[in-house]
C-alpha cells in the first residue's frame, strides 16, 4: 500500500481515480488544485503525487517544481495527467523530474500499470539510496583514522598493557571513565590490535536514540514494522558482524533494551523489529559509559545479569588531572595535527602557557584541551602560542580561590550582570562537556527546561550536540 495524492480539477475525473487506486489497495487522499496539493505535501509525506498539468491557478508542472525546490517530505514521485496537445510539456517535466505522465483519455488498466510502476521506481530509489548511506556509514566507521592515543603516564602504560591483552581475546570489554577521556579512541585501539581488525568497527550512541529507535538502530527492523519503516534495514548487530559494536553511554539504555541485549549476547542470534526470522550474529562487545553503573544496579536501574556480561574485563580511563604528565605530549600532539590541518604551522606553546595548561583541572579532559588547543591555534598571530589565548582564567580557574573554582573579579572591574553572565556561561559550558553535548542530558544538570537551555545556546552562541 502507498501514500497516492490525486490532484485534479474535473470532479468526475478525480473520482474516476481515487476509486481505482483504492481498489488497488492505496492510501488516497485528492484535492481540486496545485495550491491546495502543495500545502498537503508539506504537511504530510506521500509516496506518489498524480497531477493534471492543466488547472486553475498553479498548473501541474508548478506543482512539480514546487514540490522539487521545497524539498518536501517523503520527496513523492510525480506522475503527470496531460491532453494529446501537450505532450510536449509532458516531456519537458520528465526532464524536471516527473517519473512518467499519461494522456487523456486512458485506459484504467493503462493506469494502474502506470502507478505501480511509478512506485516501483519509487521502491528502488530508495532502496539505492538506503544501500548508498549503509555504504558511506561503514566506510567512515572503519576507515576514519581518529589518531594515536597519546600518553606517557603510568596509567597510560597500563592501559596500553591492557589493550593489547585484552585484544587477543573475544571477552566483553567495559571501559569507564569520565566524558572527554578518550575512551572511543581505547576501544578502536582494542579492535585494531585484535583478530577482527579487517572486520567492522561500528559505533552506536546508546544516549542519543528515543527506546524505539533505539531497538530500530541495534536490531534493524522489518519493512512495515511501524509508520515510517518504508523497507527492511539491518541493525547495528548486523552490520557489525564478524567485527566490533562500541556501545557508547552504555547507562542510557532502558531497561526493556537491556532484556534484549542480553538475550543477543547469550545466544549470539537477533530479531529485527517486526520481524520472526533468527539471525547469528559474531560480534565482539566494548562498552562505555562516564557513570558508575554498579549505583545503577543496586537501585534497580541496570539488570545485574547484563552487567555482568558487559563487565568482564574492565578497562577504567583515569581523568586528566590524574595524569598531568600527560598535557605536554598531548599538547604538542594537537598543535602538529590541527596545525597541519589549518595550514598553519604552531612551534610549540610559551613556558608562561605552559605553566597556565599544567594548573588547570581540566574538567572537559582531553576533549576540552583540544578544543583550546585549536581555539589558540585559530587567534594566535605569532609562531608560539601564548597564556593570552587561553580562556582558562575567564572560564574557571580552578584551586586559586573564590567560588566553585571561579576567579571572582574585584568590584569595580566588570558590572554585576557581567559577572554572573559569566557564570552563568561557564556552567553551561561545563554541563555540555559532561553531557557529551546531549541537551536534555545538559539540561537536567543545570537544572532548567530544555527549552530555557536552547535560550541560553542562542544567548551566548554555544553549540550543543543531540537533542536527547
Not at 587477543?168 to 585501539?189: D, M, W
Not at 559509559?289 to 545503577?296: G, I, K, Q
Amino acid at each position: 500500500m502507498a501514500r497516492v495524492l490525486v490532484v485534479e480539477d474535473n470532479p468526475t475525473v478525480r473520482d474516476g481515480l481515487e476509486q481505482i487506486l483504492r481498489r488497488a489497495g492505496h492510501d488516497v487522499s485528492v484535492v481540486s488544485d496545485g495550491d491546495a496539493a502543495l500545502g498537503r505535501c508539506v504537511e504530510e509525506p506521500f509516496d506518489l503525487v498524480i497531477t493534471d498539468f492543466k488547472m486553475d491557478g498553479m498548473n501541474g508542472l508548478q506543482l512539480l517544481e514546487s514540490i522539487r525546490k521545497q524539498n518536501v517530505p517523503g520527496d513523492p514521485e510525480v506522475m503527470l495527467i496531460t491532453a494529446y496537445g501537450t505532450i510536449d510539456i509532458a516531456v519537458e517535466a520528465m526532464k524536471l523530474g516527473a517519473v512518467d505522465f499519461i494522456t487523456k483519455p486512458f485506459d484504467p488498466n493503462e493506469f494502474k500499470v502506470k502507478v505501480e510502476k511509478a512506485l516501483n521506481t519509487r521502491d528502488l530509489k530508495r532502496e539505492r539510496d538506503a544501500f548508498k548511506a549503509q555504504a558511506e556509514y561503514l566506510r567512515e566507521e572503519v576507515e576514519h583514522h581518529f589518531g594515536e592515543i597519546v600518553g606517557r603516564s603510568e596509567a597510560m602504560r597500563g592501559i596500553y598493557e591492557s589493550i593489547r591483552k585484552v585484544a587477543e581475546a573475544t571477552s566483553s570489554v567495559y571501559v569507564y571513565g569520565e566524558s572527554g577521556t578518550g575512551k572511543e579512541l581505547i576501544a578502536r585501539a582494542i579492535h585494531r590490535e585484535s583478530a577482527r581488525r579487517d572486520g567492522p568497527f561500528v559505533k552506536v550512541n546508546c544516549s542519543a536514540l528515543a527506546e524505539g529507535l533505539l531497538e530500530s538502530e541495534l536490531f534493524g527492523h522489518e519493512k512495515g514494522a511501524f509508520t515510517g519503516a518504508i523497507r527492511e534495514r539491518k541493525g547495528r548487530f548486523e552490520l557489525a558482524h564478524e567485527g566490533t559494536l562500541f556501545l557508547d553511554e552504555i547507562s542510557d539504555i532502558p531497561l526493556s533494551t537491556q532484556v534484549k541485549l542480553l538475550r543477543v549476547l547469550q545466544e549470539k542470534e537477533i530479531e529485527r523489529v517486526g520481524g520472526e526470522r533468527t539471525i547469528s550474529v559474531d560480534v565482539r562487545i566494548i562498552s562505555a559509559t562516564n557513570r558508575d553503573l554498579a549505583p545503577m544496579v543496586e537501585k534497580g536501574e541496570f539488570r545485574e545479569d547484563l552487567f555482568y556480561r558487559l563487565h568482564i574485563i574492565p578497562i577504567e580511563v583515569p581523568p586528566l588531572r590524574e595524569r598531568k604528565e600527560d598535557i605536554l605530549p598531548l599538547v604538542t600532539h594537537f598543535i602538529t595535527a590541527i596545525g597541519a590541518e589549518m595550514a598553519k604551522p604552531i612551534e610549540g606553546v610559551t613556558d608562561d602557557a605552559m605553566e597556565l595548561l599544567m594548573r588547570y583541572d581540566w574538567p572537559g579532559n582531553i576533549r576540552e584541551l583540544e578544543n583550546m588547543i585549536e581555539r589558540a591555534i585559530v587567534l594566535c598571530e605569532d609562531n608560539r602560542l601564548d597564556a593570552s589565548l587561553f580562556p582558562i582564567n575567564e572560564r574557571r580557574a580552578p584551586r586559586t580561590g573564590g567560588m566553585g573554582g571561579l576567579t571572582i573579579p574585584p568590584a569595580g572591574a566588570i558590572t554585576l550582570d557581567d559577572a554572573l553572565e559569566r557564570i552563568e556561561r561557564t556552567m553551561i559550558e561545563d554541563a555540555l562537556e559532561k553531557s557529551g553535548g546531549v541537551k536534555t542530558r545538559t539540561a537536567e544538570l543545570l537544572g532548567i527546561k530544555t527549552s530555557a537551555l536552547y535560550y541560553k545556546l542562542e544567548k551566548y552562541g554555544l553549540t550543543g550536540g543531540q537533542a536527547s
